[in-house]
Each structure stands twice: as structure tokens, then as C-alpha cells.
């Protein structure tokens, strides 16, 4: 006799293949990498539409992308990409097409409970996202000058970081079964977003910023040896960001 929760992997499994799916995005990691990462991990198959970026005289270009928005293609994002169809039905805003990839591949936990805790720490990654982009010393930054940028980098790494990582490692320890079990779950993969993808650059900064937060880099590293993610990262297209 099967277990409850055997009997549930099977039902999102078949509800999966059942399922087409698209993801529309820029030819960039950038919005849709989360959501590539889960279809990854989840196994459910999908189309990889990418709108491709030119390059001309300095400047960068989407015609197809423009097409899209122009036509009211991407009406259900406000004319905007990362874009999700199901079964040719569209929806927008990458942590609801996040949220519901994770749904469907069983990366939300097994109750209601451990669905909202495993949400809850996905919110308190992007709370971390969000103030990294507030503080502007990011590339599209245009009001600042490169000294402002750099030393409001070293302010984020050196100081702010850190603190906001000190206080998730504090969260998640007591719920790292939860948050990193058999398989990782949605929370898991927006921890190794945060740690491990970037520029070297980048992730060697993020590193030292983590330095003490043994349950973060734990479950990072679960999911970077995960075969599907080290499958994924070695087959997806390289790009400029």
C-alpha cells in the first residue's frame, strides 16, 4: 500500500506531464533563472523561449520582444517579460510563475505549514534582493558615479550583507529539514541564488559575506551537487548576465 506522500509525488508527476509549458524571457539569467532552476530540479519539460538581445553601435535592441509587447502578447505582465503559459494560458510576475512551478514539482513542503515557512524564507531572500538594489551601486545605476557605486558596493558587502545573512542563517537552522530535505525545495534554490550565482566577482564577495552562516551554505551547496541543477548549469546557454 502506498504511503499518502508517495501517492502525492505520483499525482504532481502526472499533473505535470500533462502540462505545456513555456517560459518567456530575454536570452539572460536575470527574472526567469529561479523558475529554470525549479523546472530543472522538478523535471517537468518546457519551452525555453528566449528573446534575443542585439547588439548595435553600443546600444542593445529586442525586436521580438518588442513585437510581443506591441501586439499585447505580454498583456498579463503589463507588457513585460518573464512571461509563463500553461497550456497556452499566460500569466506574469516571476515569484507567482516561481511559486507555482514549485507547487506542481512537490518544492513546497508536505502541509500547508511547511508550504508558508518554506515561503516565508524565499520572501526573506528577496527582502535581501531588494535592498541590494536600493542601495544602487548595481550596472543600470545611472545617478551615481563609479566612486559612489564603489563604495556603496564595499558598504553592502563589508557591512549590510553580512547582517541580513547572520539573521537568515538564524531562521532557517531550526527548519533546515524543512527548507533543505531528500530534495530542495523552493526556499533552498532561492538560497543558492543568493550565495552561489553571479559573477565570480560577485560570488566570491557573497562568500565572505557568509562567512559563520553554516546552515545557508549547507543547503546551498545541496542544491549546487543536486544532478538536475549541475545538469542544468552545464547545458544552459551562456549569456552576458
Not at 557591512?159 to 539573521?167: A, I, N, S, V
Not at 551537487?225 to 549541475?230: F, G, K, L, R
Request: hydrophobic share 45%; net charge negative.
Amino acid at each position: 500500500m502506498r504511503s499518502s506522500l508517495a501517492s502525492a509525488i505520483l499525482l504532481l508527476a502526472s499533473i505535470a506531464d500533462a502540462l505545456s509549458l513555456t517560459v518567456k524571457y530575454f536570452d539572460a539569467r536575470g527574472a526567469a533563472e529561479t523558475t529554470r532552476v525549479l523546472l530543472a530540479i522538478s523535471g517537468m519539460p518546457y519551452t525555453d523561449h528566449r528573446y534575443a538581445i542585439e547588439r548595435k553601435d553600443g546600444k542593445m535592441s529586442t525586436p521580438e520582444f518588442t513585437a510581443d509587447k506591441e501586439s499585447g502578447a505580454l498583456a498579463t505582465n503589463l507588457g513585460r517579460a518573464p512571461l509563463m503559459l500553461v497550456d497556452g494560458e499566460a500569466f506574469g510576475q516571476s515569484k507567482a510563475m516561481e511559486r507555482y512551478v514549485a507547487a506542481q514539482g512537490g518544492l513546497m513542503g508536505s502541509t500547508p505549514l511547511e508550504a508558508a515557512l518554506i515561503d516565508s524564507v524565499a520572501e526573506h531572500v528577496r527582502d535581501v534582493r531588494d535592498a541590494q538594489m536600493r542601495k544602487g551601486f548595481g550596472m543600470f545605476s545611472r545617478d551615481k558615479t563609479d566612486e559612489e557605486k564603489a563604495a556603496l558596493k564595499e558598504e553592502w558587502y563589508g557591512t549590510d550583507l553580512p547582517g541580513w545573512l547572520q539573521r537568515i542563517e538564524k531562521c532557517v537552522a531550526p527548519i533546515q529539514s524543512v527548507v533543505c530535505g531528500e530534495t530542495p525545495s523552493y526556499a533552498a534554490v532561492c538560497i543558492w541564488m543568493l550565495l552561489r550565482e553571479g559573477s565570480d566577482e560577485d560570488v566570491a564577495l557573497v562568500a565572505k559575506a557568509a562567512e559563520g552562516c553554516g546552515t545557508l551554505g549547507e543547503i546551498a551547496e545541496a542544491v549546487a551537487t543536486h544532478p538536475a541543477v549541475v545538469a542544468w548549469l552545464e547545458s544552459r546557454p551562456v549569456t552576458a548576465f
